[in-house]
């Protein structure tokens, strides 16, 4: 492959999977446009307490999607169609059991869950509605994020784009005439997302009617140790989007402290505007996966660090361009989901945004990188960064610097902790190449 076709097959993959992580990120900033205007403060409030289910459930289909289209990108370029069959009847297999597990959840602990996310009396009822439905439709979005995985690796990925922009819009759609003319209230706008990823695999559908699909279902022994290295691959999607609610819970709480149930929706703006932002991170990655995953089953290790070298670049163009938007328009953005006119809400808000959005570049950084040493079958360093990032790092930082700080501190953790997972993350990237280098070297 040449480099301008490595070019181009970068360009095409990318920008269709960043419009298609970008549509597929609206379904909650819809609801949050949407319930901050029919449901004010206290809407928003129910609306953040509960999106972190929707981050473990959205990342759970993202680890099976992503992990399998890794092994069957690879097993495909190597023509062990059998090989990747298997993956593909191995990864529903894995949708399944995570599906039973979620709904079980929304059965019988929804009220449970909802207390522990800590929901007061004023927001309980339309947290647990939103958080509930959002549970029983898991089946629905864990079945659309294996499908758009295994489309996008089988070479689709124009399909792939469509059915997530079309189940997006489709929310905004019908989150506005559930909201407004059937005044559906917060059942409504969860309603909305739950149908959208099922207009999604509806939108997929005729690829598999007309049997475009090289992927089947195939008669095999269930085997632990593919089932493993399925979830090993797909660990760094997981953590990414399990991040998000992690550190959602996290700040709810000590805002909750800080500034009670304003300052929660103050931050639910923030964090879903965030989501956008790591959804073009996301659908960069994305895009390079299939093509890092097949030149490294051919062995071209040069295609894959110009498509890595593609991917950086254009990380830190889109970094530059949302940060200068969040700086200069942070007034006029945070207007749009205060329709209370809440002076406080406002005023924490366009702070927030300011600082929180200043781990752009990191963010990018670490997702991207991420993804390329699961694509390249080196995961235990996607793990550790994504662990750290997720889990490790983020919530000391946040509790310390809110103690010194109090909210500036809260809005500082987020990139601080970006920023030292991205210094580690050089350093692992730099000992790798090394490695692939002295191997080249060796032959």
């Not at 008669?219 to 609610?245: F, H, M, Q």
């Not at 290790?301 to 969040?326: C, D, E, H, K």
Request: proline share 3%; aromatic share 12%.
């Amino acid at each position: 492959m040449s480099k301008l076709n490595c070019f181009r097959d970068f360009a095409k993959y990318s920008s269709l999977n960043v419009l298609g992580m970008i549509g597929l990120s609206c379904y909650i900033l819809a609801d949050t446009f949407f319930v901050s205007l029919g449901l004010g403060t206290n809407g928003l409030t129910a609306l953040n307490l509960a999106i972190p289910v929707y981050n473990f459930i959205h990342g759970s289909g993202l680890m099976i999607g992503m992990g399998g289209g890794i092994k069957y990108s690879i097993q495909k370029s190597q023509n062990e169609s059998e090989n990747a069959n298997r993956i593909f009847t191995h990864s529903l297999c894995l949708a399944a059991g995570f599906a039973v597990f979620f709904v079980l959840l929304g059965l019988f602990l929804s009220g449970t869950i909802t207390s522990l996310l800590g929901a007061d009396e004023n927001v309980f009822d339309m947290s647990k509605t939103y958080l509930q439905v959002i549970l029983l439709f898991a089946p629905a979005f864990l079945m659309n994020n294996v499908l758009l995985c295994f489309v996008r690796n089988d070479g689709a990925p124009q399909l792939s784009m469509a059915a997530m922009i079309g189940g997006s819009l489709s929310n905004i759609v019908l989150d506005w005439v559930f909201i407004f003319p059937c005044k559906m209230g917060i059942f409504g706008a969860v309603f909305a997302t739950g149908l959208a990823p099922i207009i999604s695999i509806l939108i997929l559908s005729p690829y598999f009617i007309k049997k475009k699909n090289k992927f089947h279902l195939t008669r095999c022994k269930l085997k632990l140790r593919l089932l493993a290295d399925i979830l090993s691959g797909g660990i760094p999607s997981l953590i990414t989007e399990v991040s998000s609610g992690i550190v959602m819970i996290v700040f709810n709480t000590i805002i909750l402290g800080l500034q009670g149930n304003v300052g929660v929706a103050a931050y639910g703006v923030i964090a879903n505007l965030s989501l956008v932002v790591v959804a073009i991170y996301t659908g960069i990655s994305q895009g390079i996966q299939p093509l890092i995953s097949r030149n490294y089953g051919k062995g071209n290790f040069t295609n894959i660090q110009s498509i890595l070298r593609y991917a950086l670049i254009t990380m830190l163009i889109f970094s530059a361009l949302i940060y200068s938007v969040v700086f200069f328009g942070t007034s006029q953005i945070v207007t749009i989901f205060n329709s209370e006119n809440n002076a406080l809400l406002q005023s924490i808000a366009i702070e927030g945004l300011r600082l929180y959005f200043i781990a752009c570049p990191f963010v990018g950084f670490n997702i991207i990188i991420s993804v390329y040493f699961t694509s390249t079958v080196y995961a235990i360093p996607a793990h550790i960064i994504s662990i750290l990032r997720g889990f490790v790092l983020i919530i000391p930082m946040a509790f310390l610097l809110s103690a010194a700080a109090k909210l500036f501190g809260v809005w500082l953790a987020f990139p601080s902790t970006e920023l030292l997972v991205a210094a580690i993350a050089a350093v692992f990237y730099f000992i790798y190449r090394q490695r692939q280098k002295n191997k080249v070297l060796a032959k």
